[in-house]
């Protein structure tokens, strides 16, 4: 009879392992060379859970040392995520075994190759999504670039090679508003002869960069154990990145000798007094920011030059300013950008403009402008708790983004007990955001009671009223789950790039969605407030592209069109376009 029981437990311990082992698969991935299709051995592969894209590192790295405020960085770290590793043998393959079924995150990265991370995106974040299912071949292939090369030197206008200075790689491209930029991928600091060198670039057009060190965004410093400063120049020594001159740099080529000019500059003071007045409280936390205007591609635009904090009692100084007309900003850690006024003078702009001669100045004043006074209340559309929404920082920060490029926006924190909040001074266009979580989103404004469904709002200089915002939550959003189809229908494989826009918009400035398909040629899009909708996917684009006015002018007809109504899940066949 003991024996008996004991066979049970045997039978039935048995059956749980059986159990187990049948809820998990294995994946097997084999990486090889995009032109040649050989082999690559050594090659690192890790596999991340979860669908979330993977940061390119390198720019993580250059973000942290050449970006900062004076209250801190201005990035952060994403937190970890469980992954597994393996080495790819002489076949190019390697396995994971005891996978779980669920979606997942490929990386693959070898010596002179683009991570795979990298080569998805083209600059920010990637890596190939696949769906583990348990019963399946989850076979995948990543195929790698080869990663070009750039190095050369910097001198001054007398041949003397400069060393200390931060050379940078920057890639053209479009901002989701169509207009172009240059966009920093790589950077480099200049050796004790003067020489620099880049390597690990993805193949494409690159235009390349000279200042001081960690000073990118035009900000001319004195490099360490110089005497003076040098301007930002661009390649081969223009000041204005409309003359600059491109280099193309193809898959495992170097691209070498580049001789870079930059042209020493002499740098001022600059002290006054800023008057809060009686409206707000004289605290600290206000920096001064001092921006210089210039054209990119023929559009008007400032760049933030130099930074200081303000004291207590309003004075700053900013230093290190070479010659020439400046715009002066306030941010308020809490209260956002305010626009400033020489004293008893009204403003309808928020930032006032200074000339720079060739001396100092010691004496300028201002004071806070409260042009505008906007008071503002935020709700869930249906009743829910505010409390309940859940933000990107933990907080509950309300943005007014500005649609012209040369005035500030506007943040606000909001009351989650009532809703409220308030600004002063904003004066402009703006489009009303809030960084939200589980799906919640900003689903219309009410300005003076007047409802805008976009949502955009227009303050006039010395509007004092009223604004809502309602968020709807994800209870009421739909999604979409596509799959990527040639001309005759039929299912197509591949990463892709996409895009998801509002059937009415021209471009991405108001609510878009990036994406890449999966490698089976699947894609899902989450959380969606209804409306009607324009799915482009391109073959053989970057996803620094797909904002280009002239790509999307010329897709729109080749687009799929989706409906999504309130709680729907819509399927949809997407056609791959072809540019042009």
């Keep these: 009879m003991r024996a008996g029981k004991h066979l049970l437990l045997l039978v039935l311990s048995l059956a749980a392992t059986g159990t187990s082992a049948q809820m998990t698969s294995g994946v097997e991935v084999t990486v090889v060379d995009a032109d040649s299709g050989q082999a690559i051995q050594g090659a690192k592969v890790m596999l991340y859970e979860g669908e979330a894209l993977l940061p390119d590192t390198r720019l993580n790295d250059l973000v942290d040392s050449e970006f900062s405020l004076p209250d801190g960085p201005r990035s952060s770290r994403a937190p970890k995520r469980p992954s597994r590793g393996a080495?790819?043998?002489?076949?190019?393959?390697?396995?994971?075994?005891?996978?779980?079924?669920?979606?997942?995150?490929?990386?693959?990265?070898?010596?002179?190759?683009?991570?795979?991370?990298?080569?998805?995106?083209?600059?920010?974040?990637?890596?190939?999504?696949v769906n583990v299912s348990v019963g399946e071949k989850n076979r995948v292939v990543l195929r790698l670039e080869r990663a070009g090369a750039v190095s050369g030197s910097v001198k001054d206008t007398s041949n003397r090679l400069i060393a200390g200075l931060s050379v940078y790689l920057l890639r053209p491209g479009f901002a989701s508003s169509g207009e172009r930029t240059l966009s920093v991928v790589a950077a480099a600091t200049t050796d004790s002869a003067g020489r620099f060198e880049v390597d690990g670039l993805k193949p494409g057009r690159y235009s390349i960069a000279a200042g001081p060190r960690g000073t990118f965004a035009f900000a001319p410093r004195r490099p360490s154990g110089e005497s003076q400063a040098y301007a930002f120049t661009y390649y081969p020594g223009v000041p204005d990145p409309a003359l600059a001159v491109f280099i193309d740099v193809g898959p495992g080529t170097h691209f070498g000798n580049i001789g870079l000019t930059v042209k020493p500059q002499k740098l001022f003071r600059v002290r006054g007094r800023i008057d809060f007045g009686n409206q707000l409280p004289r605290e600290p936390g206000f920096s001064l920011y001092a921006l210089t205007p210039f054209q990119m591609y023929g559009a008007?635009?400032?760049?933030?030059?130099?930074?200081?904090?303000?004291?207590?009692?309003?004075?700053?100084?900013?230093?290190?300013?070479?010659?020439?007309?400046?715009?002066?900003g306030v941010i308020a850690n809490r209260r956002g950008q305010m626009p400033l006024s020489p004293p008893n003078t009204a403003v309808d702009d928020a930032y006032f403009t200074i000339n720079v001669k060739e001396s100092n100045i010691d004496d300028l004043e201002f004071r806070m402008s409260d042009a505008t006074s906007i008071h503002g209340r935020v709700s869930v559309a249906d009743g829910s708790p505010l409390n309940a929404i859940r933000t990107v920082i933990g907080r509950l920060p309300l943005r007014l983004d500005s649609t012209n490029q040369l005035q500030p926006g506007g943040s606000a924190l909001i009351d989650v007990n009532d809703g409220s909040f308030s600004l002063k001074g904003i004066v402009g266009t703006y489009r009303v955001s809030m960084q939200l979580t589980d799906g919640a989103y900003v689903t219309e404004v009410r300005l003076n009671g007047e409802r805008h469904a976009d949502p955009v709002i227009t303050i006039p200089n010395g509007f004092d009223g009223d604004l809502e915002v309602l968020i709807g939550t994800n209870a009421n959003r739909g999604s979409i789950a596509g799959r990527l189809v040639d001309g005759q229908s039929r299912p197509i494989t591949g990463a892709m790039s996409g895009l998801l826009l509002h059937t009415a918009a021209q471009n991405a400035s108001g609510f878009y969605r990036q994406f890449t398909t999966r490698d089976n040629g699947t894609f899902s899009l989450e959380s969606l407030p209804p409306g009607d909708y324009r799915i482009y996917v391109w073959e053989g684009i970057d996803q620094s592209s797909i904002f280009d006015p002239s790509l999307l002018d010329q897709s729109r007809a080749q687009a799929t069109v989706v409906r999504v109504t309130e709680r729907s899940e819509v399927s949809a066949s997407v056609r791959v376009i072809q540019p042009r």
């Excluded at 080495?87 to 490929?106: I, M």
């Excluded at 904090?309 to 100084?317: D, H, L, Q, V």
């Design 87 to 129: 080495e790819t043998d002489g076949s190019g393959k390697s396995a994971f075994q005891g996978v779980s079924p669920g979606p997942y995150r490929l990386d693959a990265d070898a010596s002179g190759y683009i991570s795979q991370r990298r080569q998805l995106s083209g600059m920010f974040d990637g890596g190939v999504l």
């Design 300 to 328: 008007n635009r400032r760049q933030q030059l130099q930074s200081a904090a303000i004291s207590t009692n309003g004075r700053f100084e900013l230093n290190d300013l070479p010659s020439g007309t400046y715009s002066l």
